[in-house]
């Protein structure tokens, strides 16, 4: 069974998913800084204090060319957020900030709970933060332009 063909399942009820989850915890894909990056965000769970910074390197094409993260956090967080670096790469930002909690269940491969849905939801909301200030940040800065106000050198 592929990723893409899997079907949530209720969590605690499908030992494959429940390895698949503790194997991204305890071995989390890149987690790590990219050399270049076009953008981060950072973003915390204050009720139970995980907290994920995500590291963006953008291609000339605007689609996810590289992407990193680091945190601390729970198993089921841990585990969302290193799935989901995998499942962006080559996505366009539109793409990214279109993603929902069902996405997020496809891939843990199970339905979140409603006592680990901030966990589970806790890297997609960073990386959607961060999009959603680089693009606000892109904008302020053809504003600037348009008036003239643009960095001179």
Not at 9 to 38: F, M, Q, W
Not at 97 to 110: K, P, S, Y
């Amino acid at each position: 069974m592929t990723k893409s063909n899997k079907s949530a399942e209720p969590c605690g009820e499908s030992d494959v998913y429940r390895e698949e989850i503790l194997d991204h915890s305890r071995n989390p894909r890149n987690k790590r800084k990219p050399d270049a990056v076009t953008f981060s965000g950072r973003k915390a769970n204050m009720s139970c204090g995980d907290t994920v910074q995500f590291f963006v390197r953008l291609g000339g094409d605007g689609r996810i060319e590289e992407v990193g993260f680091d945190g601390v956090g729970c198993a089921i967080s841990m585990a969302a957020t290193s799935m989901l670096t995998d499942d962006v790469l080559g996505k366009s930002l539109d793409e990214v900030t279109a993603m929902e909690q069902a996405d997020i269940e496809r891939l843990l491969g199970a339905e979140i709970g409603p006592t680990r849905v901030k966990c589970a939801m806790l890297g997609l909301e960073t990386l959607k933060r961060a999009v959603e200030d680089y693009g606000e940040g892109r904008r302020r800065e053809g504003e600037k332009e348009r008036r003239g106000e643009g960095e001179k050198s």
